[in-house]
Nanobody, 114 residues
Framework: VQLQASGGGLVQPGGSLILSCASSENIFMVNSMSWYRQAPGKKREFLARINDGGITNYAVSVKGRFTISRDSAKNTLYLQMDGLKPEDTAIYYC?????????WGQGTEVTVSS
């Protein structure tokens, strides 16, 4: 599975951004898809996951601000990010999992700054 993340950029605090992750395969051929991020000098952090049944779960740090969704017709995963804060600045990665195998996209950079 090849994943291509896009949609990052510079946004002001309090603003919104939508990230996309296009999959080379039918997204229902994987068990789950997720978003992670990695800020400079920090470990990669889990943000949100949607499984093949459509069940979602979120990290506490983003719950209520970020929304994960998917479009099966486009084989694309999304992350709607609202109420962005400077501490949300990071490189955002999409992930797909099939059984014990994980696939990663190349990352898209998000900078939250005034």
């Amino acid at each position: 599975v090849q994943l291509q993340a896009s949609g990052g950029g510079l946004v002001q605090p309090g603003g919104s951004l939508i990230l996309s992750c296009a999959s080379s395969e039918n997204i229902f051929m994987v068990n789950s898809m997720s978003w992670y991020r990695q800020a400079p000098g920090k470990k990669r952090e889990f943000l949100a996951r949607i499984n093949d049944g459509g069940i979602t779960n979120y990290a506490v740090s983003v719950k209520g601000r970020f929304t994960i969704s998917r479009d099966s017709a486009k084989n694309t995963l999304y992350l709607q990010m609202d109420g962005l804060k400077p501490e949300d600045t990071a490189i955002y990665y999409c992930n797909a999992r099939r059984a014990s195998t994980e696939f990663w996209g190349q990352g898209t950079e998000v900078t939250v700054s005034s």
